[in-house]
């Protein structure tokens, strides 16, 4: 140690870490405005070093170490989620997904946390070996204190939690500074609220009657969310006509579907399908809508089926602790729950670890028809898949299956990723296709209607299109209604791209069944605001959540 001073080592390392920290800094805010709180939240995080750290050079290069982890790992998030690193993904997320995100990202994740433990360990190596003077705790203690005054007066100068907007947070910059500041209340709150809404509450409409005949029976109503899936054709890029089938079946309604994530976070999709509700109109909760709006949201598609008579289940790809999925569904109004991850024999384990394969959920999925469609209740199913999601870069069938489309994928587009997305997309149709041919068997006449929807596009979408994670098209999937043994209602219609808010409203009015007065007032305010729900400016829309509150349907209290 007396050997590394005695080079002079110790005041080299200090006025590098000076000279580092600047443009570091300046790198992950990108925007010179957030520069004064960004450099008031690296003084802090030095002060928070200095704690455990009592050198001011090994402070120092801690608190840029930890900077660059921050500001690394929320630049990754955005490029491939379209969401910077918050509080929430730490003690609401990580504690489930971090199994399912090494899983599916071992290529990114691996490398990142072996990179992270070398950083940490080359700090204590460098605490070990370089000899400077130690500040004693009281007064590390008194400059954490400074540090965090200063980061707070900044921070309060600055606009304070609100400043951070949901936009400031999917827009690739603030990197360092919205990430501390979600622990400063910029990020999940434990009473979640809409940020869209007004004081006067929206008159809801009166309900609208069943379209059905007296005396006909109501449709089974099957729901499928295919997992990161999207129409080729929305991003200029044509595919073949088992494809087309697939996303514009024959005699379907069929459109672009707008939701409010990119890259991952399924949880908002499905939040939306099911609640009639953005995910988004709870701002900076958005990606926690599982944990903070559970049990809270009392008007949903499940509980409105339920209300006239339908069972409800479900068929979940993951586990039921994964992101309080099992929490939210039981709240959201599903009788019975089913998860792949649980599933005893027959269903085969293995193969679901190596494929994720749609099969296997629909061969799961035609067992609890056969018992509800005995029972004689119409029913409501709904099964989200997994088989296209997580990374395209890794190939998950032999490369001699679908070689040929896999190949033609890749020339047309130059895109190794696309290939893989196209080989598992064609896995999926052919699933799909047996479902629905033994489900009209099993159906023996029954009428019935399914919707299927993607949930989010892929992250590899970014580097097809050259386009940012923020981008609106990136936000376009699909959705189609189709009807079995029946027909859809002649004026049922939708605008060229709808939002996830609204597909619950247009399952009820697919199956001509009534809508109570939410749904009502919900389908009158499409023409206002068809996509996306949450950025319309509609004044209406806001008194309808001040409606929705009013009645106790979204409880914020």
């Known amino acids: 140690m007396q050997g590394l001073a005695s080079l002079g080592v110790g005041q080299w390392l200090g006025a590098a870490g000076l000279v580092v920290a600047p443009p570091l800094v300046a790198w992950l805010e990108g925007r010179r405005t957030a520069w004064p709180l960004g450099f008031a939240t690296f003084f802090l995080l030095f002060g928070l070093t200095h704690l455990p750290f009592a050198g001011n ?35 609401h997320l990580a504690a489930t997904s971090f199994r399912s995100v090494l899983a599916d990202h071992a290529r990114m994740t691996i490398p990142a946390l072996a990179a992270m433990i070398t950083i940490v360990l080359g700090i204590i190596a460098l605490a070990l070996a370089l000899a400077e003077p130690a500040m004693p705790l009281p007064q590390r203690f008194a400059l954490f204190c400074v540090a965090a005054f200063v980061y707070l007066c900044v921070l309060w100068a600055s606009g304070g939690p609100k400043r951070f907007r949901f936009h400031h947070l999917t827009d690739g910059r603030f990197h360092l500074s919205a990430f501390v500041a979600s622990w400063f209340g910029a990020g999940p709150s434990r009473r979640p609220a809409f940020i869209d809404i007004d004081k006067e509450a929206l008159p809801l409409l009166p309900p609208v009657p069943s379209k059905r005949p007296a005396g006909e029976r109501m449709p089974h109503i099957v729901m499928i969310m295919h997992e990161s899936t999207f129409d080729p054709r929305q991003l200029g890029i044509p595919i073949s006509n088992t494809f087309e089938r697939f996303f514009t079946p024959p005699g379907a309604l069929s459109g672009a579907l707008h939701v409010d994530v990119f890259g991952g976070s399924t949880l908002q999709t499905e939040f939306s399908v099911l609640t009639g509700l953005s995910s988004l109109s709870f701002g900076n909760d958005s990606r926690y809508v599982f944990h903070l709006l559970s049990g809270r949201v009392r008007h949903t598609l499940p509980l409105a089926l339920k209300g006239l008579g339908y069972s409800t289940s479900h068929i979940s790809c993951d586990r039921p602790s994964f992101v309080n999925c099992g929490r939210f569904y039981r709240s959201a109004g599903f009788d019975v729950v089913s998860y792949a991850e649980t599933l005893p024999p027959p269903f085969d384990a293995a193969r679901w670890k190596r494929e994720n394969h749609d099969e296997q959920l629909y061969d799961h999925a035609r067992g609890q028809l056969t018992n509800r469609l005995q029972g004689g209740a119409s029913c409501f199913l709904s099964i989200t898949t997994l088989m296209n999601h997580g990374d395209h870069r890794r190939r998950i069938f032999p490369i001699e299956r679908h070689a040929d489309l896999r190949r033609e994928a890749v020339a047309a587009t130059g895109i190794p990723s696309y290939g893989e997305y196209a080989v598992r997309l064609a896995e999926s149709v052919a699933a799909y296709d047996a479902f629905r041919e033994q489900l009209e068997i099993m159906l023996s006449g029954q009428p019935a209607v399914i919707v299927r929807y993607g949930d989010h596009q892929p992250s590899f979408t970014t580097t097809l299109t050259g386009l940012p994670p923020s981008d609106p098209v990136l936000r376009w999937t699909f959705y189609t209604v189709e009807a079995v043994n029946c027909s859809l209602p002649n004026d049922l219609a939708a605008p060229p791209v709808l939002d996830s808010a609204f597909l619950s409203t247009l399952t009820l009015q697919a199956a001509g069944l009534p809508l109570d007065p939410i749904f009502a007032t919900r389908a009158a305010l499409l023409h206002d605001c068809a996509a996306p729900y949450f950025d319309s400016a509609s004044p209406r829309k806001r008194s309808f959540h001040r409606a929705l509150v009013e009645a106790g349907m979204v409880d914020l209290a």
């Open 57 to 91: 050079i090994v402070a120092l290069w801690a608190a840029l170490m930890l900077t660059a982890i921050i500001g690394i790992v929320s630049k990754l998030k955005y490029r491939h989620l379209g969401f910077n690193f918050l509080a929430g993904d730490i003690y």
